[in-house]
């Protein structure tokens, strides 16, 4: 008896009604998108500092650059940790606190040298869920022992953009 009343609905809608599809004219599917990956999308020419560098001129860069934080390398391009906001923040906080002049503070007492990083290869939105887990604002792209890019959250959000949410490979 159901089934009987939900045929008479559907007959009803395409008889009386006129309307076949909510969906609209759908636009070609790409199935077999090729992997987008975080190569394709990574910045590649950064900002970075070293450790000997002062933390003012760190506060400087974020701004002038208008950026968050960036990676800290030695002179082999070899990554060592990552500055950020935060972590300025942190020194100016603790250096008005115990009354200490900021102007021989450096990047290498101020940066956090547990850096997670993400391989190149990976899918860029497999890389999303990581932004997601790990609560990171960007991900240095290390291979063969150097930093090689970085990718952010923006990045993700603009290949997410560019694919117009046609395919998800």
């Not at 070293?50 to 990676?71: C, F, H, W, Y």
């Not at 115990?98 to 102007?103: G, K, S, T, V």
């Not at 990083?117 to 497999?126: C, E, G, H, P």
């Not at 990718?151 to 290949?159: E, F, L, N, R």
Request: proline content about 2%; some cysteine; aromatic content about 6%.
């Amino acid at each position: 008896m159901i089934s009987k009343k939900i045929g008479n609905l559907r007959n009803l809608k395409s008889n009386h009604m006129g309307i076949k599809s909510f969906m609209g004219k759908r636009s070609k599917v790409i199935a077999d998108e090729v992997n987008i990956t975080v190569a394709d999308y990574m910045t590649r020419k950064l900002i970075t500092f070293t450790p000997d560098q002062s933390i003012m001129e760190v506060m400087e860069k974020l701004i002038k650059n208008r950026i968050s934080g960036a990676p800290v390398v030695n002179e082999n391009n070899e990554l060592l940790g990552v500055i950020s906001e935060g972590d300025c923040i942190k020194h100016i906080s603790d250096s008005r606190y115990h009354n200490l002049p900021m102007l021989n503070a450096t990047v290498g007492q101020n940066m956090a040298i547990d850096v997670e990083t993400i391989d190149a290869n990976m899918n860029v939105f497999d890389a999303a869920r990581f932004f997601i887990e790990r609560k990171h604002r960007r991900f240095p792209i290390v291979e063969d022992g150097k930093l090689v890019g970085q990718i952010s959250q923006m990045d993700v959000i603009k290949a997410a953009l560019q694919l117009k949410g046609a395919t998800w490979k």
